[in-house]
């Protein structure tokens, strides 16, 4: 065995590639914490040691030769065991090929002072290339998570697409490129393989329905497109020729006509009767009369409130003066007056859930509240003879508008939108003097919908549906609500802000909830609502 003894350098300790050293005295210690003295001989830390010829002592005083004989420590024999002086050399030789292996293994994988491990090299090149790959699809995926995420949550989904391949895109990349080397990566990497499986899934299920059959397609770009927040998903895998072309395919025609407050007799015309069409009487008209209906469709399922005095149906707002930044859900807002029941009313800025203004005009209680009408807007409300009254405002100026309120003598009201052009899908009229609108297809998509009507009688009709996944629900279509609208006899009715908003309170209870995950045991926050005065 080679001698690593220096006798000509006692300078000061300096530590060599391997992390051994020489000392003072000049014996050279390697990393592993033994050493080598002036003889040659090399001393373990298991009190063992080799001799310059390559035999091996060890701690008892038994050694292996360079044969692979081993020689018991003296004494031995005595115990009786001649037959034990030489052991079975297989054995010999793998307790010796594993001494030697451990002094290699020591001088090899040790190279330190502290006598630590070395650690592996990294292959740059092979992590730079894993990262930018991992980067890309982890950006890719990021994009679209976020856009959903920002819908979901009323927020930009341009911005949170944005956000979402920057950061996924960084953790997808860095978990690439440490997967190759490190074992956190490793785990990082199937953490966020798993989050991209679930993206994929979700991905490719709306890929299949987008390139089904015609009718699924139809129906899906048509409920999308009459959101607010998901319009973008159309445009995923549709283009803009396309969203025109279904959207015409499933359309509404228009109604022109006024409503005529002469087909409406509150209380049936007669003093506590109800008329038949020929006039007769049929039963008694309870004018207190109040109930709620559920009622199920294909597509959904929703309740109809059905409220035998007009008068009874109000306006509520957040109003005093000014406008809130945060609006109040619908049970505060009908616990917050002698009122009964509520339901959503017509449009407001919902983004970021504040629901603390308006769009288009308010009246509540004969005072403007609100008056800033836009394209396509339709006033819905009350006059003061209790008559529901259904009226475009759509391009009338501030002054037109106030005039005509006076006009019709309007109490309460709210307004929504007749507007399609192929970004903004929503409709309002219904049916006005017993004529429905006409339909191309469903007329619509299916959304969470709801809708006032009002029967001959003076009964008002007030119409929730769920949808968006809510009870495995989809939706309301147009023709959906036309058609219960027609079976409980409507004569005028007309769409209130729907989809998210959609919700109903009834006597300290939830009858209908928003479809949003996050809001399933309340309602998003509202500045008016249709409430029943409570008797």
């Known amino acids: 065995m080679k001698s690593r003894f220096n006798n000509s350098d006692n300078?000061?300790?300096?530590?060599?590639?391997?992390?051994?050293?020489?000392?003072e005295n000049?014996?050279?210690?390697?990393?592993?914490?033994?050493?080598?003295?002036?003889e040659g001989y090399y001393y373990d830390t298991e009190g063992?040691?080799?001799?310059?010829?390559?035999?091996?002592?060890?701690?008892?005083g038994g050694c292996y030769d360079t044969q692979g004989n081993y020689y018991p420590p003296e004494g031995y024999e005595e115990t009786g065991s001649d037959d034990l002086i030489y052991e079975d050399m297989d054995a010999v030789k793998e307790t010796q090929t594993k001494k030697k292996n451990d002094q290699l293994s020591r001088s090899?994988?040790?190279?330190?002072?502290?006598?630590?491990?070395?650690?592996?090299?990294?292959?740059?090149?092979?992590?730079?290339?894993?990262?930018?790959?991992?980067?890309?699809?982890?950006?890719?995926?990021?994009?679209?998570?976020?856009?959903?995420?920002?819908?979901?949550?009323?927020?930009?989904?341009?911005?949170?697409?944005?956000?979402?391949?920057?950061?996924?895109?960084?953790?997808?990349?860095?978990?690439?490129?440490?997967?190759?080397?490190?074992?956190?990566?490793?785990?990082?990497?199937?953490?966020?393989?798993?989050?991209?499986?679930?993206?994929?899934?979700?991905?490719?299920?709306?890929?299949?329905?987008?390139?089904?059959?015609?009718?699924?397609?139809?129906?899906?770009?048509?409920?999308?497109?009459?959101?607010?927040?998901?319009?973008?998903?159309?445009?995923?895998?549709?283009?803009?020729e396309e969203i025109e072309e279904i959207t015409n395919r499933n359309s509404m025609g228009t109604l022109d006509a006024e409503v005529d407050t002469g087909l409406i007799s509150v209380g049936g015309g007669t003093a506590g009767e109800e008329q038949s069409a020929e006039g007769e009487a049929v039963a008694d008209f309870d004018i207190d009369g109040f109930e709620i209906v559920e009622i199920s469709g294909r597509t959904y399922f929703g309740k109809l409130m059905i409220i035998n005095d007009p008068s009874r149906v109000k306006l509520t707002t957040i109003y005093d003066g000014s406008w809130k930044e945060y609006g109040k859900t619908l049970d505060e807002l009908v616990d917050g007056g002698n009122f009964l029941a509520g339901v959503n009313g017509g449009e407001y800025q919902s983004d970021s859930n504040k629901g603390g203004s308006p769009k288009g005009i308010v009246v509540c209680d004969g005072e403007i509240q609100y008056n800033n009408p836009y394209a396509g807007d339709v006033m819905v409300g009350f006059n003061t003879d209790n008559i529901l009254i259904i009226r475009d405002i759509g391009g009338m100026s501030k002054e037109a508008v106030r005039d005509l309120v006076n006009e019709l003598n309007i109490r309460d009201a709210v307004s929504f939108k007749d507007i399609a052009d192929g970004d903004d899908n929503h409709f309002t009229k219904l049916i006005i003097n017993g004529e429905s609108?006409?339909?191309?297809?469903?007329?619509?998509?299916?959304?969470?919908?709801?809708?006032?009507?009002?029967?001959?009688?003076?009964?008002?009709?007030?119409?929730?549906?769920?949808?968006?996944?809510?009870?495995?629900?989809?939706?309301?279509?147009?023709?959906?609500?036309?058609?219960?609208?027609?079976?409980?006899?409507?004569?005028?009715?007309?769409?209130?802000?729907?989809?998210?908003?959609?919700?109903?309170?009834?006597?300290?209870?939830?009858?209908?909830?928003?479809v949003t995950l996050y809001y399933s045991n309340a309602s998003w926050r509202l500045p008016l609502a249709f409430v029943v005065e409570r008797r």
Not at 48 to 60: K, S, T, V, W
Not at 451 to 462: F, H, M
Not at 480 to 493: P, T
């Open 437 to 514: 609108v006409s339909l191309n297809g469903s007329g619509s998509g299916a959304n969470p919908r709801t809708v006032i009507g009002q029967k001959a009688d003076g009964t008002v009709l007030l119409f929730v549906t769920d949808g968006r996944g809510a009870g495995g629900h989809l939706g309301a279509t147009a023709a959906d609500i036309i058609s219960v609208m027609q079976e409980y006899g409507a004569v005028n009715a007309a769409n209130l802000d729907g989809g998210s908003s959609s919700c109903m309170y009834h006597d300290g209870e939830w009858e209908m909830t928003s």
């Open 48 to 60: 063992g040691y080799y001799d310059p010829d390559g035999n091996y002592y060890d701690a008892e």
């Open 11 to 23: 300078g000061p300790i300096t530590y060599d590639e391997e992390g051994g050293y020489y000392d």
């Open 108 to 240: 090899t994988h040790y190279g330190s002072e502290t006598g630590k491990k070395k650690k592996r090299k990294p292959n740059k090149r092979l992590m730079i290339i894993f990262g930018m790959a991992g980067g890309l699809i982890g950006a890719t995926f990021g994009a679209l998570l976020g856009a959903v995420i920002g819908a979901m949550f009323l927020l930009s989904p341009a911005l949170m697409g944005v956000i979402g391949a920057i950061i996924l895109g960084a953790l997808m990349g860095a978990s690439a490129a440490g997967a190759v080397h490190y074992i956190p990566g490793r785990i990082a990497l199937v953490v966020l393989t798993l989050l991209l499986i679930n993206v994929s899934g979700i991905y490719f299920v709306l890929k299949s329905i987008y390139s089904g059959p015609e009718s699924s397609k139809n129906l899906m770009a048509s409920t999308i497109q009459e959101t607010g927040q998901l319009k973008f998903v159309n445009k995923i895998f549709l283009t803009t």
């Open 26 to 38: 000049g014996y050279y210690h390697d990393a592993t914490g033994g050493y080598y003295d002036e």
